[in-house]
């Protein structure tokens, strides 16, 4: 149900917010690519709480806090937490993209999937990881 996959992105937005927040104090040299993408994420947010909304669902709340899948207390490990993010992000929008028959949501999600894997792609060459891009952004990987 598209609903439920919409509560799945919705919840991926909360976290990505969550990140960007955590993150800002060690990524100073790429400020304003932190600023850009925490924007991008509480206006997605924020239009996924909407979506919801009109369709008579409650929007999930965020979570106290969030795991980043290693501690944040350097620059490179604040990159490595945007890239989880973002990769959580496009799989979780790919998820509406692959559950729905509304033509208005897929554009949406396809917008918010393609979104953040270009900001998955620039963290990785900030980064230096490989690949730098993802062919399928939001699958499984390996």
């Given amino acids: 149900m598209s609903v439920d996959a919409v509560q799945d992105a919705l919840a991926a937005e909360h976290a990505a917010v969550w990140t960007y927040g955590l993150v800002s104090a060690f990524v100073e040299q790429q400020a304003a690519a932190v600023a850009e993408g925490a ?16 369709k008579s669902a409650t929007p999930r709340p965020p979570a106290p806090a969030y795991l980043p899948p290693a501690p944040v207390d350097s620059a490179a490990s604040a990159i490595a937490a945007l890239i989880a993010v973002e990769t959580d992000a496009c799989v979780a929008w790919r998820g509406v993209v692959e559950r729905t028959e509304d033509a208005e949501l897929r554009k ?25 891009s993802i062919t399928l952004p939001g699958t499984a990987v390996g």
Avoid: F, K, M, N
């Fill in 39 to 54: 924007l991008a994420h509480r206006s997605r947010r924020d239009v996924t709480e909407r979506w919801l909304r009109d």
């Fill in 108 to 132: 949406s999600a396809l917008d918010a999937l393609t979104t953040s894997a270009i900001r998955a792609t620039r963290w990785r060459r900030i980064a230096g990881v490989t690949p730098i």
